[in-house]
């Protein structure tokens, strides 16, 4: 149980470019989704917490024209990276939470996108 | 603010002796603690959390973790590694008594299981 699926798993695009990655909870409907970005040999950075229906908080230094969150229900959240250029190129990975009290703690995570902008 | 510290990039260890990775943290208030573990190019898979309770916490794998609040530590133990239990390993904390369930994630050791 609590799977959640990225797509797509790997990405190439031209630099000008935009890109769409899609975060899915399977077989659960998520309370909050997440998007990290990690860079090689690096922890996970926070980007930005996102809800069903309300807009995405971003952390502090995120460009929220740079990347749109959009979490159109309770089991997709879609991260655009509108305008990519190469220092985008990054392992981008969502998690997403459901239920309350303790057992929303637990974030359940993605496989990862690789994003790489030529 | 919540920080958490793993102060090993990188842990070796023969296959069927005991593993051990450390993490300590810093938190306001009350201590949300997590571990998780990525395998090359993939996501995090959950293996443990500690909320509240007893400071001894099991979970998946074989995993377990101590909770320690004088030391400021939560060190996930294995008794006995697998050469498949080479991946990074991330820490997390969040401050239990901050609104959202945001986690901040340490910088990740590498454990390498030897033959």
């Known amino acids: 149980g609590a799977v959640v699926s990225q797509h797509p798993s790997w990405v190439i695009c031209k630099s000008g470019t935009s890109v769409k990655i899609e975060c899915r909870s399977l077989?659960?409907?998520?309370?909050?989704m997440f998007w990290y970005r990690q860079f090689p040999k690096q922890s996970l950075m926070l980007m930005a917490t996102?809800?069903?229906?309300?807009?995405?908080?971003?952390e502090q230094g995120v460009e929220k024209d740079k990347f749109l969150i959009n979490h159109a229900s309770l089991t997709l959240s879609t991260l655009t990276v509108t305008s990519a250029h190469p220092e985008d190129s990054s392992f981008y990975i969502c998690?997403?939470?459901f239920g309350s009290g303790a057992l929303q703690e637990t974030q359940y995570f993605g496989p990862g996108t690789r994003l790489l902008v030529l | 603010a919540q920080s958490v510290a793993q102060p090993e990039d990188q842990v070796n260890v023969a296959e069927g002796n005991p593993l051990t990775v450390k993490c300590t943290y810093s938190?306001?208030?009350?201590?949300?603690l997590f571990w998780y573990v990525q395998y090359p190019n993939r996501g995090l898979q959950f293996l443990l959390k500690?909320?509240?309770?007893?400071?001894l916490v099991k979970g998946s794998y074989g995993f377990e973790a101590e909770f320690n609040k004088s030391q400021t530590s939560f060190h996930l133990k294995k008794p006995s590694a697998l050469v498949s239990d080479s991946a990074l390993y991330f820490c997390?904390?969040?401050?239990?008594?901050?609104?959202?369930?945001?986690?901040?994630f340490g910088g990740g050791t590498r454990v390498l299981v030897k033959p």
């Open positions: 998690s997403a939470t």
């Open positions: 077989d659960f409907q998520a309370t909050t």
């Open positions: 996102s809800n069903e229906g309300s807009k995405a908080t971003y």
């Open positions: 938190v306001s208030g009350n201590p949300y």
């Open positions: 500690y909320i509240t309770g007893d400071n």
């Open positions: 997390a904390v969040r401050d239990g008594r901050a609104a959202g369930n945001k986690l901040t």
